[in-house]
Structures are given as C-alpha cells and as structure tokens.
C-alpha cells in the first residue's frame, strides 16, 4: 500500500470519527490548529479536516520543504501549530514558522502521549492537533531572539571549558606515565610556572636543573620538591602526547577568548548607554574575559552578584537560560517549578502520595544548584538554612532547598529591581529558635504540659 494510500485511509478514519463524535466532546477552541510530529527525516503536519482535502500531509526535512510547509499551512488558513520538543531537529521549523507569523506552541513530548492502540506518525500529528484544538496544551518556555542567541555562545562556552579540561587531564596522564610527578607539588599546571615547564619539556629540556629555574617565585614547593618530581622516565610516544594535548589546550583557549568576544558584543547591544569599565582582573581562570558584572547591572537594574553564590559568570549564564523578562512566569513558585526546583506533590483521596521531584534536568536549575553548593561553605543565614535542612532531610534535599531559596530572592531581585538585602546570621537564628519554641510549646499543650524556662548559670 503507498503513501498516499495509507494517508486517504486514514483521513476517512478521522473523518468518520469526528461524525461520531459526542455532544459533551471537548470544546474546540482554536478551529485553525495544525499539529506537526517532529522527526530528523520527515515531519508529519495534520490540519482540521474542513480546511483541506487532505488534512495530513508529510514533509521532508529540507530547507525548501520546510518554506512548502509554510506557505501549505498559510494556504489552509492555519493560525497556531503546536510541535513536541524532538532532540534539536524543531528548531529550524520553530523560527519559519514563528518568522511567518503563526503561533507556535512547542510542548513537552511527555503531555502528547497518544492513546493506547496502533502509533504512528500520521496518528501523532491528528493527536497532537486534537488536543491543541481543544486547548489541552501548555507551550514550554521558548526564550526571546536576544536570549536566544545569548544562550547559544553560553552554552557554545561551557563545551569549550568542557574540551579544554579534557586536554588537561590528558596532559596529566602523559607526564604520569613518564612518572613526572609535576602535577602533585605544583596546585595548577595550567599557570605560568607549569605553561612554562611543560613547554620548555615539549621543546626537547629534560634537565631538571634548567626546569626548576622557570618556576615563579610564588610557588609554595620547593625547589628541591619539584627538581624530584621532574626526575622521570622520558618516552617519545608520551612526549608526543604530551605536545598535542598541550596545543590543543591553547587552541581551545584562544576559542573561548573568541566566543567571550560575541558574547560581550552581544550584551552591549542590549544596553542604553556606553559603559566606562575599568581593568577587569580574573579571580577565576575561566571567567568571561571581560567585565560583566558592570554590564550586566545596568541592563537587569540590580546587582545580581551580591546574591549569596552568584558570581558574574553564574548570572550571565543564568540570564542566558531564563532571559531578561521575569513576567513570563506569574509567581516565583512557577518559577521555581519550571526549574525543577519544587515538589510535584501527587494527591489522591486527600492523601499525600508523592512529592518526589520530577527526574529531568533543567540547565539553569542545575546551577542554581552549584550556587547552592557554593553557599553551604559561608557564615551567612542561607548557609545556616542550609545545613538545618541537612540535618533534617539529608544534604541532596538540602541542596535542592537551598537553591529553591535562591532561585526565588533571583526571581524577585530581577522582576521587581529590588536590592538583595541579607537578613543577619544572628537574626535568622534567633527567628528560628523562636519558631522552634512556638512549635514545643504547641505540643506540650496538646499532651497537657507546660513548658517553663531554665536559668542557665
């Protein structure tokens, strides 16, 4: 049976299920719905059946075929196209259609799972239109043109840091497998003393005396130490290793200075007015190259930095991830659940089933996790909430608490302006001791007791 066959058959099966259906059926609410099943070769798009002849078509995954899509969906008058999140492969389709003018509804592959019985591709995209007719989906969050783009040399840099590290680690393994043991009394060998030795080895020295004269002063070993650790068993075959994983290393240094580039212009063009920025000194070797904290505030209207663990790099790619505009989730408990970052309780009966949080990663929840992480170190009154959830629940729970916390002082510093004000360490304690108190004494009432304080001398 072709092709086309198979899609008329299908088309009188719709068609006679849309004539026996029910009077108390789910309103239709956008008539003019098309739904598209998403796949790398060929998208299947589904159209009302009143607008067309043949309400299902199939198209392939070329450019000009997309621009066919298009100007067929124009043709049938179609207003608003709903597609499943498939891998990277809607992207392209999401910007010509959203570049035509037609609302599109990108929703999570999970809320479109079709009815038990016979899948194919034909049946998703009917699936996906019926439900969108009726009105029955929620579009996922779909960032603007400039976040967009902000978010692509983001996370563009975030491999490169990924690749560059994999280099690293290989330029470890080479000189451990000629027992060098440089890596073990110098703390980094990617510094100015290890860039220095490394290179002066890959240039044919294996005098541990001339090595030792291009340490800094500033190195804590001594040169005794790291005259011992240069002691090794030279091989050509790792010294070539050793070369190649070196140059690749620079390499993809110099490709995250480039990428710092666009990401810095690409920032300027969202501000209104020149900046005078001063020298911009790394605390971090791999922080942006350039000072973004100045940016940054003059474009959000606070200083998202003083949050307890944001540092520039953490709120530039943040902003890349949730954009600019706070409005597009109503409270900070959307906002909260959209990262991932709050229960999805699951109620039956009256009854608390469930309120495991749901396992699929959210970039930028993920680093409102290691902000989270970072905080647990510091003498502040989040640290101190922190471990008190620990203490309770465990530190995985803990973490996740802690970066709810500050995912919604982020949510609200950045939609209302405001400035991050810190409750004192004191103070916090202070509250929840008196809270603690407020509690025992409730259940000392209850058990019909009194609790009386004790003079501690």
Not at 213 to 232: F, H, M, W, Y
Not at 247 to 271: F, G
Not at 330 to 352: E, V, Y
Not at 423 to 432: G, R, T, V
Request: aromatic share 8%.
């Amino acid at each position: 049976m072709s092709k086309n066959t198979r899609q008329r058959f299908f088309f009188i099966h719709v068609k006679l299920m849309m004539m026996r259906q029910k009077k108390n059926a789910f309103p239709v609410i956008n008539p003019n719905a098309a739904g598209i099943d998403i796949s790398s070769k060929e998208h299947y798009v589904a159209v009302n059946p009143s607008l067309c002849e043949q309400p299902i078509r199939s198209f392939g995954a070329f450019t000009d075929e997309l621009q066919a899509m298009v100007e067929w969906l124009k043709s049938c008058k179609v207003d608003t196209v709903a597609m499943e999140a498939t891998g990277i492969y809607w992207v392209s389709l999401f910007l010509l259609l959203e570049e035509a003018g037609f609302e599109v509804v990108l929703v999570n592959a999970r809320h479109v799972k079709n009815v038990s019985g016979k899948k194919t591709d034909m049946s998703d995209a009917e699936w996906i239109r019926q439900l969108h007719s009726c009105g029955l989906l929620s579009a996922s969050f779909q960032p603007d043109s400039f976040t967009r783009t902000l978010r692509t040399y983001m996370r563009h840099r975030k491999n490169l840091l990924d690749m560059s590290a994999t280099h690293i680690r290989m330029m470890h393994k080479a000189l451990e497998q000629m027992n060098i043991k440089l890596q073990h009394v110098i703390a980094d060998i990617t510094g100015k003393s290890g860039q220095a030795i490394i290179r002066a080895i890959i240039d044919g020295c294996t005098d541990a005396e001339v090595l030792v004269s291009l340490l800094d002063r500033r190195i804590k070993a001594t040169p005794q130490e790291v005259k011992r650790s240069l002691n090794g068993i030279w091989k050509p075959e790792h010294l070539f290793e050793l070369k190649q994983s070196f140059e690749l290393y620079h390499i993809y240094q110099q490709k995250i200075i480039d990428c710092d580039r666009c990401i810095e212009k690409q920032l300027y063009e969202r501000c209104d007015v020149e900046i005078s920025l001063k020298a911009h000194i790394k605390s971090n070797k791999n922080d942006l190259n350039f000072n973004v904290t100045n940016i940054l505030q003059q474009i959000t209207g606070t200083d998202l930095t003083a949050l307890f663990g944001i540092n520039s790099n953490t709120a530039a790619e943040l902003l890349s991830e949730t954009g600019f505009d706070m409005s597009k989730w109503p409270t900070a408990k959307h906002f909260t659940s959209w990262l991932n970052l709050a229960p999805n309780n699951k109620i039956s009966g009256g009854k608390l089933l469930s309120s495991k949080i749901p396992k699929k990663k959210n970039k930028a929840g993920q680093v409102f996790k290691m902000a989270a992480y970072a905080v647990q170190r510091s003498k502040n009154w989040l640290a101190a909430f922190y471990h008190r959830i620990k203490a309770r629940s465990g530190p995985a729970k803990a973490i996740t608490a802690t970066a709810r916390k500050i995912a919604t002082i982020f949510y609200k510093m950045l939609k209302q302006k405001e400035i991050f004000k810190p409750i004192a360490l004191d103070i916090y304690q202070h509250a929840f001791q008196q809270t603690q108190l407020k509690r025992l004494e409730k259940q000392a009432k209850k058990l019909g007791l009194q609790l009386k304080p004790i003079l501690v001398t």
